[in-house]
């Protein structure tokens, strides 16, 4: 069992950055997937960007790269998502989730998640 804590969220303005974090405890992550989603209200769930344990492959979608990027420290237990230029579009609820198969864009693929942290960009 897989116990996943994000923080970091917050209300910013349009152009500034956040990192959020994604704590987990129960058992290392090493040999999990990760992948960072967000929900924003009356939408569904939607894949931000992923990263495999070993750090080898990383995936994020076109709405945020080149802005967010995704980094794990295993040593910490812990995954990162560092949000840069950040855009009102980009409030939502993010959530961390984990899988010991490949990274998916599938919410349901993937079997623990955080409670999410919650982001507002001021326009």
């Known amino acids: 069992q897989v116990q996943l804590v994000e923080s970091g969220g917050g209300l910013v303005q349009t152009g500034d950055s956040l990192r959020l974090s994604c704590a987990a405890s129960?058992?290392?992550?090493?040999?999990?997937?990760v992948g960072w989603f967000r929900q924003a209200p009356g939408k569904e769930r939607e894949f931000v960007a992923g990263m495999a344990w070993g750090g080898s492959r990383v995936y994020s979608t076109d709405i945020v790269k080149g802005r967010f990027t995704i980094s794990r420290d295993n040593a910490k237990n812990t995954v990162y998502l560092q949000m840069n230029n950040l855009k009102p579009e980009d409030t939502a609820v993010y959530y961390c989730?984990?899988?010991?198969?490949?990274?998916?864009?599938?919410?349901?693929?993937?079997?623990?998640w955080g409670q999410g942290t919650q982001v507002t960009v001021s326009s």
């Open positions: 989730a984990v899988r010991a198969e490949a990274i998916t864009q599938t919410p349901r693929d993937y079997a623990y």
């Open positions: 129960g058992r290392t992550l090493s040999g999990y997937d």
